[in-house]
């Protein structure tokens, strides 16, 4: 974390606190909630929205399963002001972006084109 401190960018800064806390969860559950919530305003000072939505999430689940039913509430009020897709939309949106024009104009292979698919074979 202190590297992205040093570089002085708000995205890296909250990435950097989100893996600490992926790697703290087991350990120490409270503070992994609390890099989360610093990664959350982190992100959204920085305006990376998707960002600031996993970790306000994350961290309104790991308040849920430790109790902390103030500290959930707080993340989930967050999210409730954020003015956030639906996710029909966020799905349909991600389908066209990636989802090639052409594609509906490229021929599907035949059933009889396909090879038998076989199980992997275990490494050695």
């Known amino acids: 974390m202190a590297l992205a401190e ?3 960018s708000l995205v890296e800064q909250a990435l950097a606190s989100l893996y600490v806390s992926i790697f703290v969860l087991d350990e120490d ?6 890099l989360q919530l610093e990664s959350a305003e982190r ?3 920085a305006g990376a929205r998707s960002l600031e ?5 994350n961290a309104a689940e790991g308040a849920t399963n ?3 039913w103030d500290d959930a509430r707080a993340a ?3 999210l409730r002001q954020r003015d956030l897709p639906s996710p029909r939309q966020t799905s349909s949106s991600s389908a066209k972006r990636c989802w090639p ?4 104009t490229l021929p599907l292979p035949s059933s009889g084109s396909r090879r038998p698919q076989t199980p992997m074979e275990p490494r050695t």
């Open 76 to 78: 989930l009020t967050a």
């Open 66 to 68: 430790l109790g902390q």
């Open 43 to 45: 992100a959204r000072r």
């Open 53 to 57: 939505t996993v970790n306000l999430l």
């Open 29 to 34: 559950p409270h503070e992994a909630i609390r």
């Open 6 to 8: 040093t570089a002085g």
């Open 101 to 104: 024009r052409s594609a509906g």
